[in-house]
């Protein structure tokens, strides 16, 4: 199993918000996450600078890569847009991180 982090970028004011949408996060895609190996995926924001930090745990590392072709990902995505700094096609603007220490 391979652990993924990152970060991306709230939009200034938008965290109640961010976290309302989660709370009420879509059934299909909670079962597509699931379905594509992810388990025990969480979000941090840092209030400071309102960068989010993700962490997860990927057991199939091409279903992983495969999730921006879903076409509930990309809704989820146009959903988000509002909120979040993007890309053209409003993934979000993520940059992967390096792990660097992990105490089991």
Not at 17 to 31: A, G, S
Not at 62 to 88: F, G, V
């Amino acid at each position: 199993m391979k652990r993924i982090a990152f970060k991306m970028f709230l939009n200034e004011g938008c965290q109640e918000e961010y976290v309302k949408r989660h709370d009420e996060i879509w059934p299909e895609l909670k079962v597509l996450l699931k379905e594509s190996g992810i388990a025990d995926y969480s979000i941090f924001l840092d209030e400071e600078t309102n960068v989010l930090f993700g962490v997860l745990n990927c057991k199939n590392e091409l279903a992983y890569e495969d999730l921006p072709h879903h076409p509930i990902m990309q809704k989820w995505w146009d959903y988000m847009e509002d909120i979040m700094q993007t890309n053209a096609d409003n993934s979000p603007i993520g940059i992967q991180l390096e792990e660097v220490f992990y105490l089991q």
